[in-house]
């Protein structure tokens, strides 16, 4: 274990060296807006970055993402009517095009072009709709992430946070957590002792790896005949994880079982997604997407499967929503000035994670 | 279309030209209190312009308002017994007098002068209580309003709003809202390109007026036999709207018809009044009274459509209401540091009343 | 009657001689944080003085109390789990000893000395479990206060108050009320007229003595066959209180009846005791004890009037809490700038306790 690893870090709020709740959202970053099922020639509304914005499909299935708020007298747009492929405000039926543009204003002849509502990039690719905040210069969609994994058979869910979005980041920069906030529902005890190597990168991503000899973490999440092949095998259990951009988190863990001469028997992948896209300051719309290599048929068995996966993740999502809850409410209602926050070694990542999101936010 | 109409005003949050939420409240005005049945011998909470009152009447039937605050120890007297004329403070017996004087304090033998409660100055006219929260010694009797068509026949209503009330002044300032806000209920297609007039007057009234010539907009809401006598005849509807004073705004919609020579062979009037009386900052009483020249018998006809018309009222203004809701929900919760309100040239009267509130705020 | 009590004090916003709900919460002083049976092997979380605790009893069944938040990632030590003595933090792992230290960190080997939580003194003295929340080296066990009568006869019950703990003291500081707020219930008429003596005192404390003479106020809370024993004697009531610190105020209401002759034929003794534990600003628990020295027995009769009175109590102090968050509401809600409080002869005892908080605030 290196000395670098025990190191305990200070975190004082006046500590300026990593972000936290308080540090402005990062806008310049392609995030989750929907699932491309939830927009449709509904208007729904949705806040994103602390910025009302109102959703919904062109007639020829564009996405559209408007300013929720008319740019007149400020009715929201997502209570007017979709007429074609433009809204007609219902207060006093200015009519707005997808672009932000104003093209009818009931009470006079013209629309003045300086009278427009903002109209964000939005980019739908496969399962997922993105939307940029930022500067509209800076979106280039070439930089649209893609899941070569994320397909119709993925396993995908959506929670409400009540916590800032960097909680969920750092719950998953650390999964020594598994061991005793999830260890009812995947009993995954040891694994907090097992110790990640974080990786160089020269980029704004931050990676780290465990490999796990023989106890692989999470094989008592296999489909039963897949636990029945490991059993007496060797295995190593290769787990990885990289917060990408403030946007998402993904993961990959690969089981290999060896026979007893060494030959590589059984392989299995599993992906993860976490999609973090801040509402406000202090709540974050959490979408996620699981992946696998193995249970892709369409028999009743591997249906069977991949319903009682959704629940499971359900299920142990749930306690990291109710963890960054809870952690949320303690620093907002415990005012014991003498409070500081202390980091332990399993905190490198997360802690190097917070060092890029306050360099982003810097930059901006 | 004069050029002035198409003339887009910014508003921004630090222009300092027109009153909005932000303003302060304006306090030397009659505002409506209570409808008279309201106030009773039991004593009745109600915050007005930001101050706590509790209201009253005397055994001889007059009308009572004090601070509800016990000057001695903050009780709430609408929490207390009333004793004849007087309240007894409910929690250690002090007696307060109608006009504010403590006339007994259990624990000593006198009654110093200083310790008195505020009784604000109330003035009950018709179906109407009217309260005067500015200076006392402006408050004069005279100045309270008198509306000779708000009898025992008029259809009256009442909703609390949860939003400044300069947002219900503006709704009325611009009834192009017709056609959209109440597409549903008033179906007033093509209202909103019917041009208003502004009138000039030089006191802080604002008044407008349109001409509509055979498409009376209101003509759906007459009874059917008036309705069948409207049929085939050339009208005039003339319709004119007058914000009075911060605490109300009154309208009338006259509709004539002609026959065939030009002889007048039927005239309709309906009277509204909006009376608007802000509870807080971002709170507002709403009462309504419509009148009319018809339908005013006791018939069974005629009570059945005054009831129709009562419920249709009440449905249309919760429409205003939400929407008045919706903006101001919209405007405290969008964070957009860019965003600036356009006017348009149905805003004109809108306009011009928040120069007139802006204008007395500043004199208070 | 004094001149002095007739005196009528100004006590406006900025009038600075006198504690208020705005002043700082004394914390070298010890409360009542729990009663003995609410503490257990359940990890229990409780609010006191605006620091967020868990409470939990060891093998031995000493009490412990922690800082609530774990100091690496804020998680609650109250939603973790009890291993033997230890707290083990239910989000990593990390495990805290009862005088705060951290004994195991899962992620590193070893435990630096500075990674801790707060451990506060608790003292359990009866039914009573108490708490230091100031300087620890000002903790002095021999300070903790005890009551000979408080024993299993006693009656109690708890209350959470949304209100700032001085309303409730200012409360029993002036027993007039009895004949307003709990005219109901206790029928106390006349009461508020009887004047209460202040005893001088050197020390933090403020005490008052009344004497009532042939009319005992709480005589009607007696068991019927001491009433009946009252009737046609002489009586004197003897009622002292007595706020003894910022955590709790004291009673005794002492009826000695005599005959005709002059001699002594009955006595009683009722205590009281009202815990005030300030949860937050703005929030207090409210925990109080009755003892007696008649009704000791065990039976059915006594039984059953302990039942009574039981109730009894917690139905007069439920109005104590409303009148105590009518003010605390109003006092948050009205706006009037001009509002000035006034201050009655009765006000005398609750004066004098404002300027002991005061002082002991200033001290702190």
Redesign the interface.
Known sequence: ?SSE??T?V?RGKSNGQLADSKTPLIRNCWYVAAMAGEITRELRAR?IL???IVLYRKEDGGVVAL???C??????LS?STLKGDNV???????IWAPDGRCVR??????C?S??RV?SYPVVEKGPLIWIWMGAPEKAREKDVPEFSWFDSKATVGHFHLKCNYLLMH?NLM?L??F???HGSTLGAEGF??E?AVMLNTDDDTVQYYREIRDNPVLAGVLPMKLQEQLKGKKTVNRNSVCFVSPAFTTGVDKITAYDSSGAEVLTTNMHIAHFLTPETQNTTHYYWAGGRDFAQSDSKEDREYLELMSRLTEQVFAQDKE?GE??QS??E????P?????????DKMGVAMRRVILKLANQE
Request: aromatic share 6%; glycine share 4%; proline share 5%.
């Open positions: 274990m690893h025990e305990v200070e806040t602390d910025r009302k300013q929720d708020r740019a007149h007298r400020s009715f929201p209570k007609v405000c219902g207060y006093h039926g200015i204003i009931p009470s006079q002849s013209t003045p300086v009278v903002k750092e650390d020594s957590h061991s005793y906030l907090a002792e110790r963890a809870l952690i303690m620093s209602s415990d005012c014991d003498d409070f500081v926050e202390r980091h332990v070694a399993g």
